[in-house]
């Protein structure tokens, strides 16, 4: 089965830019495993933040933008604020199933 | 508004099966379009997709866990189930549902234990 690989953890300054990436065993990364990008904080359900690269929910923070980069699925914060510290997880669709990547916690310092 | 609801046994004994229900209000499931999401996460571990089902009934699973997993939907009650049989303690988890993939239930723990 697909492995999805992220970053295990970041630090950020608050003010700063931060990208975290989601990458397939499979090979490059491309629009067709319509990347989706979850933010979840302790104890809470995750919450969808990017679906399909780079469209966002309408209650998505500007901040957040997705990407792809490098041959992988990206999620760019433009400007950390303290309340962006939690883990982050990707989701990918890889060959006829979804896959998610073992998240990235970050933490604003 | 959208909202997904979670219930079943917390605890399950292993080798049993786990069946959990998700309700969803706010919209009715068989005139949405949408495909309906379980989720779980171990505690202190990452998410893993278990499967989906569609409103016509057909299904995706897990290839990790189709051989044990059942999902499906009941659009007279407006909610849709999981089954998970021969349950081990690697079964332990926080168990979500989704619509696709939001909104999230709550989520629901469920213990597999003696």
């Known amino acids: 089965q697909t492995v999805v690989t992220q970053e295990p953890s970041l630090t950020v300054s608050p003010g700063e830019t931060v990208t975290l990436t989601c990458a397939s065993s499979t090979g490059a990364v491309t629009s067709g495993y319509y990347p989706n990008w979850f933010q979840q904080e302790p104890g809470q359900a995750p919450r969808a933040l990017i679906y399909?690269?780079?469209y966002k929910h309408s209650w998505t923070p500007a901040r957040f933008s997705g990407s792809l980069l490098g041959g992988k699925a990206a999620l760019t914060l433009s400007g950390v604020q303290p309340e962006d510290e939690a883990e982050y997880y990707c989701?990918?669709?890889?060959?006829?199933?979804?896959?998610f990547g073992g998240g990235t916690k970050l933490t604003v310092l | 508004q959208v909202q997904l609801q979670e219930s079943g046994p917390g605890l399950v004994k292993p080798s049993q099966t786990l069946s959990l229900t998700c309700a969803v209000s706010g919209v009715s499931i068989s005139r949405d379009t949408s495909y309906w999401s379980w989720i779980r996460q171990p505690p202190g571990k990452g998410l893993e997709w278990i499967g989906l089902v569609y409103t016509s009934g057909g299904t995706n699973y897990n290839p990790s866990l189709k051989s044990r997993v059942t999902i499906s939907i009941d659009t007279s009650n407006n909610q849709f189930s999981l089954d998970l049989t021969s349950v081990t303690a690697a079964d332990t988890a926080v168990y979500y549902c989704a619509k696709e993939f939001h909104p999230w239930g709550q989520g629901t723990l469920v213990t597999v234990s003696s």
């Open positions: 399909s690269t780079i």
């Open positions: 989701l990918l669709y890889c060959g006829g199933s979804w896959v």
